[in-house]
């Protein structure tokens, strides 16, 4: 992870951000200017955009965007020869040394099949692979398509409340407890900031949002398992943000039953598709999926890395 003898990486100047932004994009007529209206129609913060400078030429870039819940995303000017991996991975470690300047204490990463130098800029760049992440997706379901199961015994549903987040955050903190999707990432977030992060995913509803309650046993009136949905109506789909169980009501069928509730209310909406992300090592979760017919052959690589 070096630069060039000379190079300097540097916020590009206001004359030099559109530049700046054409090396990161790619360069494609019409990119830039539609990133900039996409950044001011949702207040996209711009302070997290570095490049590398030689002279006065400007060799590559790297954006972190925020968001709720104290992340943020890093974009890159992808290396097009090997000599430019060293170049970008200085950028990616720089965007994560300055993160706290963006109030934010994890940057993640996701790179698309087949691109081996992102990786390889990340990961020299300090970054973390924690998991392949494939992306699935499934029609919306006919009105009564869904078959519901019953709730396994000892268990009672409520939909979320604000009123409930302090339990939220618990039993969140509770389902990834020897849990086998993204397990790198257990411990590197607060509660209050993985909820806030669950709840930007697209449009919140709290109507859509399930909690499952223990009524009796050990755990009695604690919440042991969370189903979160959130429609994202611009891009006509339904996501499945969030489902996640305490360790000691695994197996018995919960996931089934709240799965497949979800589905059912989805039913009720106009968006056409439903989607989610799954650790390609949860063979379990993809099982589940695959048994409610979500399919998808997209697997990216996932990167974290930890905001000093």
């Not at 002279?55 to 968001?67: I, K, Q, R, T």
């Not at 869904?146 to 409520?158: H, K, Q, R, S, Y």
């Not at 397990?183 to 992060?197: H, M, Q, S, V």
């Not at 056409?272 to 409610?292: C, I, K």
Request: proline share 7%.
């Amino acid at each position: 992870m070096s630069l060039p003898p000379g190079a300097r990486i540097d916020r590009p100047s206001p004359r030099r951000r559109r530049e700046a932004l054409a090396v990161l994009l790619g360069g494609q007529p019409g990119q830039v200017d539609r990133f900039l209206a996409y950044a001011d129609a949702t207040g996209l913060t711009l302070e997290g955009l570095w490049s590398v400078f030689d002279g006065d030429e400007l060799l590559a870039s790297v954006l972190a965007a925020p968001s709720p819940g104290r992340t943020a995303t890093l974009f890159i000017t992808s290396p097009r020869a090997d000599a430019d991996v060293s170049i970008v991975s200085a950028l990616v470690d720089h965007a994560a040394r300055h993160g706290r300047e963006l109030d934010v204490t994890l940057v993640q990463a996701l790179v698309e099949p087949g691109r081996p130098r992102d990786l390889a800029a990340f990961e020299r760049g300090g970054m973390r692979l924690i998991a392949q992440l494939r992306s699935l997706e499934r029609p919306r379901p006919r009105r009564g398509e869904i078959e519901v199961p019953p709730l396994p015994a000892g268990v009672t549903l409520e939909t979320w409340r604000d009123d409930l987040s302090a339990e939220t955050i618990g039993a969140l903190d509770r389902s990834y407890v020897d849990t086998l999707d993204c397990p790198g990432l257990t411990g590197l977030r607060r509660g209050e900031d993985i909820l806030a992060g669950h709840r930007a995913s697209g449009r919140f509803d709290p109507s859509m949002w399930t909690v499952a309650r223990a009524a009796g046993g050990p755990r009695a009136g604690r919440l042991v398992a969370t189903c979160f949905l959130n429609p994202h109506p611009a891009a006509g789909s339904i996501e499945l943000v969030y489902l996640g169980i305490d360790p000691d009501f695994r197996g018995k069928g919960l996931g089934r039953a709240l799965l497949a509730r979800a589905l059912d209310a989805a039913s009720r909406r106009s968006e056409r598709r439903v989607s989610l992300a799954v650790d390609e090592a949860n063979t379990p979760a993809l099982s589940l999926y695959a048994r409610f017919g979500f399919r998808g052959d997209t697997v990216r690589d996932a990167l974290v890395r930890a905001v000093p």
